[in-house]
């Protein structure tokens, strides 16, 4: 059973940094299961914002983060990371992780089986 606890959120100014992990404690990380983060934000749909494949060699971001924000996990310790720098107060969000053995369209929520409580992320101006 995939049990995916995120942690790392928290308030940061404009410009600041901050690292999001995503821990399976199901430690079902054993399977083949690609990764993907996703936020939401108050009043807004769900959106990808990175995804990556089990081995980690082939990885997707959303435009909105691509060059501030880098997807890697460490399937020894049953974690994927989001490291997000450069943060604007547009990201402010709660953000998800969540698993799926296979997709078609890793940006697509509908293809993800299992998912994180999310944690929040707030980026003040």
């Known amino acids: 059973q995939v049990q995916l606890v995120e942690s790392g959120g928290g308030l940061v100014q404009a410009g600041g940094s901050l690292r999001l992990s995503c821990i399976d404690s199901?430690?079902?990380?054993?399977?083949?299961?690609?990764i993907g983060w996703f936020r939401q934000a108050p009043g807004k749909e769900r959106e990808s914002v990175a995804a990556?494949?089990?081995?980690?060699?082939?990885?997707y971001y959303a435009d909105s983060v691509l060059g501030r924000f880098t997807i890697s996990r460490d399937n020894a310790k049953n974690t994927t990371y989001l490291q997000m720098n450069s943060l604007k107060p547009e990201d402010t969000a709660v953000y998800y992780c969540?698993?799926?053995?296979?997709?078609?369209?890793?940006?697509?929520?509908?293809?993800?089986?299992?998912w994180g409580q999310g944690t929040q992320v707030t980026v003040s101006s």
């Open positions: 969540a698993a799926t053995q296979s997709a078609r369209d890793l940006r697509n929520a509908a293809e993800y089986d299992y």
């Open positions: 199901g430690r079902t990380f054993r399977g083949n299961y690609l």
């Open positions: 990556i494949t089990w081995a980690g060699r082939n990885t």
